[in-house]
């Protein structure tokens, strides 16, 4: 989540969701470390701090190799960064998940891959 990105209001309720126990967020094996660099980079004052915050959410990571191999024919399919990929990757390998995403160029590629849905449009339950 970018500084002044749209939809801000909904990608924090969504975490809210997640951290009182209502959603499940199951993220790719590199997400702590996405999130740490984005930390450094744009807030290296608060980057430990907020590291600290941000790892006593509960969360699950996954990884393996069907994951990587799902994540690598999209990346390839749709000429997209094989680390956006992974985060559908995971959805499209755990049943009942769905990759909730605010990058509309992504969506627009690959909705038919199916568990993919814009964050605009996400139904909360």
């Known amino acids: 989540m970018r500084v002044g990105e749209q939809r801000t209001d909904l990608a924090l309720r969504l975490l809210e969701q997640s951290v009182l126990g209502f959603l499940t967020m199951v993220q790719p094996g590199h997400f702590v470390a996405e999130v740490a660099a984005v930390l450094a980079r744009l807030k290296p004052t608060d980057a430990h701090d907020d590291l600290d915050d941000f790892l006593n959410i509960s969360f699950s990571t996954l990884a393996s190799p069907e994951i990587y ?15 956006d990929t992974l985060y559908h990757a995971v959805a499209l390998n755990t049943p009942g998940a769905v990759l909730v995403t605010a ?10 891959e199916g568990q993919i849905s814009l964050l605009a449009d996400f139904r909360f339950p």
């Open 103 to 112: 990058d509309e160029r992504y969506y627009n590629k690959t909705r038919l």
């Open 69 to 83: 191999a799902t994540a690598l024919d999209l990346a390839l399919r749709y000429r997209h960064h094989l680390f």
